[in-house]
């Protein structure tokens, strides 16, 4: 396993653990949900147990009403002009929505897992550290990120007691307040992540003696409000849980993209942290179709659309936003709007993003 004394270089049995091979995963979900076959919205959040699920609060909570417990964003990116302009926009809203009323973000940091600083440091608070040896993540660039939290916890000054965990592709939509409650952090629910349904592998990484499989939470590690020094304890494990489950093919063939996610679920459950679920959290567009009193809007999913405003998933639309469009460079400025008939957020995802690029310096020669 590796501490977090050593976190500045792997050893030869961090080089055996995680083996040889590399391994391309795109963190794209448009296979999988066109393999389940989605009629509108996803199977499981059009009612039943999963939504009840979704708004599970653990006993014993004590609310923080009145009390303002400020949090550190933080999102791990790498230099790629692919991350780099989704984290402008993602800084741009952060900076727009933090002090407003209703507002209990931070301090905020972009942990750049590359190595070396980028051109972007003086644009946006970045702390640098160092990706996995070379070839260690075997194509898989999200194993870099709990390395990156495990070396940023130990070597950066956050003066927040809580850290939010985030990604470049997410924008802030409307200000958002500290979810958690001391022990429980609050995390957002993933109709696809399962561990019941994989309880042979999950009982390779988190055996019976720690309880039933029900205590893993439906999760990733982002968006996540948690207190600093849980993250502290979890993050070690997560690493390591991430990398054996790489190093692990039966468990790297169920859980492909979504096994640094996994990971991180489990690896709480180990500490015996169990998160506060919060369906609101976050929205993703196309599916969910409205911002209501959301926080966060993730734009993994490609939004494709005929001119009569009909979704056509799975096939590239008269009218598209997807953010693969732009692997190699930003989106230009000005982005067309939707036709008539296209839910609100897509909507306001594309004007949300037509106001940053028009307000950020030089974004088209990034």
Known sequence: MIGRKNVGRASPLFLVLVGLGFFFATYNLLTMVIHNRWKGVPDGLDGGSFSDLMLRMPENVKTTEGTKLLFHVALTATDAPYNKWQCRIMYYW????????????????RVLHSGSPDNLIDEIPTFVVDPLPAGLDRGYIVLNRPWAFVQWLEKATIDEEYILMAEPDHVFVNPLPNLGHGGHPAAYPFFYIKPAQHEKIIRKFYPEEKGPVTNIDPIGNSPVIIKKPLLEKIAPTWMNVSLRMKDDPETDKAFGWVLEMYAYAVASALHGVQHVLHKDFMLQPPWDLE?????????????????????????????????????????????????????????????MVNEATANIPDWETE
């Open 94 to 109: 952060y900076k727009k929505l933090k002090d407003l009323p209703g507002s209990d973000m931070g301090g905020f940091t």
């Open 291 to 351: 911002i209501g009193k959301k926080f966060i809007i993730h734009y993994t999913y490609g939004c494709d659309y005929n001119m009569k405003g009909e979704l056509t998933y799975g096939k590239i639309g008269e009218w598209r936003f997807d953010k693969r469009s732009y692997l190699g460079g930003p989106p230009p400025r000005n982005l067309s709007l939707p036709p008539p008939g296209v839910p609100e957020s897509v909507v306001k995802l594309v004007k």
